[in-house]
């Protein structure tokens, strides 16, 4: 599988594409938009919810952690299987509209217990959302030119999550947090229309000369599960974007509420300053890394490991001063860091986990690989940055997020050695440097 994959990245790099393959981008990058912007509304307007609902840091770690992860990933794999079998478009709209309805119906809760359940309809219906689009994007894009694709489709988090500071924050800030969930969840139903109506399905591993030249190994759910788990590469690839996730979630949960609460900002300096830094750093940091792994990929597939590794270790003393800055325009200058390097490793385990494997095991591949990622990362961070906020609040009310967030600069040890070891693993290829 190496060497084939290293054949194709060679003739892929200077491959055209085509206008319908940017369409399709396109439509699927803002589909992921309106994912990332549902999901990170809960986050972005904690301050409000909790004097709405008085919902204490643990309730909210779980809502946006615990809960959400466990029906997001466990829900993606047979979702992923679904969309291996069947038409990835049709599954992934279907997805839209349900996670949409469901944000519309946070909007609507009058309880704790109602918030918590259509969180984890919302996260329902976003398990069939990513993988599917993965896959879409594989089959439309030739090898060497997929990270960069993948990059750009990831921009959804950013973007969305800087239009859901800056719509969310407003509408919150002029009327109410739930007037928020209604309308950019309505926004969603229509996107769902919008995905069957411009995004063709494409075939499925036209773009791998290698792997179509050979018979397709078993598609099935049982053997590529068995696939998945018995290669050191996936498995490592998959725990270290888990350990990288549970930094990137335990912060960004709470990232707002900290500037907010414990730094003075206000909900109107949030809905500027916040929105800015996440669209320019986060954004430009993801497509950054896409375009850096697909350059030194030609000369050593290492690349997909060494990028994240070097990006996280130059984000994490960044992260402390982020913790220890006095005002909030100093934590968000420092936190600005953080918020580009911290996600080199998201679209360069992607691209590498799609090219791993065959075409007719890609969405669940892809569903596994954010299983694996999401229910350590989105199910542990969350809920972990609450809960020890919660327990140095006694001691320490004021700064008990600041503390909290300390509590991660271990995790950024551990991912960045894990992805260290994968380029350790990662064996030198036919045509390769390295």
């Known amino acids: 599988m190496q060497d084939q994959a290293a054949g194709d990245i060679a003739a892929g790099g200077g491959a055209r594409v085509g206008a319908r393959a940017w369409i399709a981008l396109a439509g699927l990058c803002l589909v992921y938009l309106l994912n990332f912007l549902d999901r990170q509304l809960l986050s972005i307007l904690a301050k409000p919810i909790q004097d709405t609902l008085h919902v204490t840091d643990s309730q909210l770690g779980r809502l946006g952690g615990l809960y959400f992860a466990l029906f997001y990933c466990l829900i993606s794999i047979p979702v992923g299987w679904l969309a291996d079998k069947s038409n990835r478009v049709r599954?992934?709209?279907?997805?839209?509209?349900?996670?949409?309805?469901?944000?519309?119906?946070?909007?609507?809760?009058?309880?704790?217990?109602?918030?918590?359940?259509?969180?984890?309809?919302?996260?329902?219906?976003?398990?069939?959302?990513?993988?599917?689009?993965?896959?879409?994007?594989?089959?439309?894009?030739?090898?060497?030119?997929?990270?960069?694709?993948?990059?750009?489709?990831?921009?959804?988090?950013?973007?969305?999550?800087?239009?859901?500071?800056a719509f969310g924050a407003s509408i919150a800030a002029v009327y109410s947090w739930r007037l928020a969930f209604i309308v950019l969840g309505g926004a969603g139903v229509l996107a769902a229309l919008g995905v069957l109506a411009f995004v063709r399905e494409p075939p499925r591993g036209g773009l791998d000369p290698a792997m179509a030249a050979e018979a397709p190994p078993k598609g099935g759910f049982g053997s590529t599960v068995k696939m998945f788990v018995s290669s050191p590469q996936l498995v490592l690839v998959s725990l270290a974007c888990g350990a990288t996730q549970i930094v990137t979630?335990?912060?960004?949960?709470?990232?707002?509420?900290?500037?907010?609460?414990?730094?003075?900002?206000?909900?109107?300096?949030v809905a500027l300053w916040v929105a800015l830094a996440t669209a320019v750093c986060m954004?430009?940091?993801?497509?950054?890394?896409?375009?850096?792994?697909?350059?030194?990929?030609?000369?050593?597939?290492?690349?997909?490991?060494?990028?994240?590794?070097?990006?996280?270790?130059?984000?994490?003393?960044?992260?402390?001063?982020?913790?220890?800055?006095?005002?909030?325009?100093?934590?968000?200058?420092f936190f600005a860091g953080p918020m580009a390097l911290n996600y080199f490793y998201l679209s360069s385990a992607v691209a590498f986990v799609h090219e791993e494997v065959a075409p007719n095991q890609r969405v669940l591949s892809g569903a596994l690989l954010l299983l694996v990622m999401n229910l350590i990362g989105m199910g542990v961070g969350p809920t972990f940055v609450g809960w020890a906020s919660d327990q140095f609040h006694a001691a320490h009310p004021h700064n008990s997020l600041q503390l909290a967030f300390l509590c991660l600069v271990p995790v950024y040890a551990l991912a960045i050695a894990l992805f260290v070891v994968l380029a350790l693993v990662l064996k030198p290829v036919a045509g390769s440097k390295s």
């Open 91 to 165: 599954v992934l709209s279907l997805a839209c509209g349900l996670w949409s309805l469901a944000t519309m119906g946070c909007g609507l809760a009058a309880n704790y217990p109602q918030l918590a359940v259509s969180r984890m309809a919302v996260g329902v219906g976003e398990a069939g959302g990513v993988p599917p689009s993965y896959a879409i994007i594989t089959d439309y894009f030739p090898p060497g030119r997929r990270t960069t694709a993948l990059s750009l489709y990831n921009l959804g988090p950013p973007f969305g999550q800087a239009l859901g500071v």
């Open 249 to 269: 979630y335990g912060a960004g949960n709470f990232s707002t509420l900290y500037l907010m609460r414990e730094r003075g900002m206000t909900l109107q300096e």
């Open 283 to 333: 954004g430009g940091g993801i497509y950054v890394s896409g375009r850096v792994v697909d350059h030194f990929i030609r000369r050593s597939r290492k690349a997909y490991a060494l990028a994240p590794a070097l990006s996280l270790t130059l984000a994490m003393p960044l992260f402390v001063a982020f913790a220890f800055a006095p005002t909030w325009p100093l934590a968000l200058l």
